[in-house]
């Protein structure tokens, strides 16, 4: 079957590092997106990676290793405004988005 | 530039009726998307359409309908409502569905609640 894990909460504080894990299982793999969702609010797109290693925009960077399934995305100079959840998805053999239910990230000053 | 809107902003609906949520972009893109959102879960595809004229069911389809007459319009259908359909309800766009790499924009969302 298709499954996407990733941690559903973590806490960090202002100003520093965080890295949130997501690891993917799919039929077919065409490339994993990081969408950003503030609560009650619509996802909005952060990053795609579909060949190996890191991608870096800004304080956000996001890593994908195809080999072992499993991508990160790293927060850095982290502010209060990024208390929001981070969502995982693959895309599968149908071009078809497979989600993760998301990672909560709050941060305390 | 809207981007894409829904409506209603939120519902409350009685089970057994019907109910459309309507969706609109305005960016020309030829895939369109409806999502549910649901606590503990990640978004479900519920149907797509790669272009108009064409619609295909996702992971969860039973229970909705939809139609996709032109470019900017995509809305779902609720034929029969019931409980287990209360849910935060997205609609998304991208350029061209069979892209990988293009992606979603998403609509603000339709919260609904079937009683």
């Known amino acids: 079957g298709q499954n996407i894990d990733q941690p559903t909460e973590m806490t960090a504080t202002e100003g520093a590092i965080v890295q949130i894990n997501c690891t993917y299982q799919t039929s077919g793999f065409n490339g994993l997106f990081w969408y950003q969702q503030h609560a009650g609010e619509a996802p909005t797109f952060l990053s795609y990676n579909v060949l190996d290693g890191l991608e870096e925009k800004g304080r956000f960077s996001s890593f994908l290793s195809r080999s072992k399934g499993y991508s990160y995305l790293l927060l850095k100079e982290l502010q209060m405004k990024d208390s929001a959840s981070y969502l995982c998805?693959?895309?599968?053999?149908?071009?078809?988005?497979?989600w993760g239910a998301g990672t909560k990230l709050i941060i305390k000053p | 530039t809207a981007g894409i809107t829904q409506a209603p902003t939120s519902q409350i609906l009685a089970a057994g009726r019907s109910m459309t949520l309507r969706c609109t972009q305005d960016?020309?893109?030829?895939?369109m998307y409806w999502y549910r959102q649901d606590l503990g879960l990640g978004l479900r595809l519920i149907h797509y359409?790669?272009?108009?004229?064409?619609?295909g069911k996702g992971e969860v389809p039973d229970g909705y309908s939809v139609s996709r007459a032109n470019t900017d319009d995509f809305p779902l259908t609720l034929a029969s409502a019931v409980p287990s359909q209360t849910s935060v309800y997205f609609c998304?766009?991208?350029?061209?569905?069979?892209?990988?790499?293009?992606?979603?924009?998403f609509g603000p969302g339709t919260r609904l609640t079937v009683l």
């Open positions: 359409s790669n272009t108009a004229g064409t619609t």
């Open positions: 960016m020309r893109h030829n895939a």
């Open positions: 998805a693959a895309v599968d053999s149908n071009y078809q988005l497979i």
């Open positions: 998304a766009s991208s350029e061209d569905g069979r892209a990988p790499y293009n992606e979603q924009f």
